[in-house]
């Protein structure tokens, strides 16, 4: 949209509010798609910084969420065989793909220190934001 600029700044303070206010959200993340290409970009995030800023589809948590359009909650990554491993410290993750106009065009992904921290609230929650974001675009 001709609002791209102010989007990206709205999802990054998203993510540092959610980073911030939420003990075991270790790191916020906005991915969105290019399905031209099958990759995911890194839009906004809070936390260390990542060196995994382009996902292929298919590839990790948030490459299968890009090809699923479902929710992907990881209690535990070690149990995972296709991830990819950001940070030494990350114990769970969860992703939930974020819908414009019915469309799977990208995905919040949510890193934690602890083990099986999400919920079912979560997910309620973070479909809610998704919503919200979703408005902006
Ligand atoms: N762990 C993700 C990669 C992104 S980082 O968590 C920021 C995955 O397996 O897709």
């Excluded at 303070?13 to 075991?24: N, R, T, V």
């Excluded at 270790?26 to 995994?52: C, I, K, Q, S």
């Excluded at 090809?67 to 030494?88: G, H, L, M, T």
Aim: charged share 25%; net charge negative.
């Amino acid at each position: 949209s001709n609002n791209e600029g102010s989007a990206k700044d709205k999802m990054t303070a998203i993510c540092e509010l959610l980073q911030e206010h939420i003990d075991y959200y270790d790191w916020v993340g906005f991915y969105m798609a290019n399905h031209e290409a099958r990759t995911l970009h890194l839009e906004a995030f809070a936390g260390e910084p990542t060196d995994h800023t382009v996902i292929p589809f298919g590839k990790g948590i948030c490459g299968q969420v890009a090809e699923s359009n479902q929710n992907f909650v990881v209690p535990d990554v070690k149990a995972q065989d296709n991830y990819i491993a950001c940070s030494i410290t990350v114990k769970s993750e969860i992703v939930i793909p974020l819908f414009k106009d019915g469309k799977n065009i990208g995905q919040i992904d949510i890193d934690s220190n602890k083990v099986d921290p999400f919920t079912k609230a979560d997910e309620d929650f973070l479909e809610f934001v998704n919503e919200k974001v979703a408005a902006l675009l």
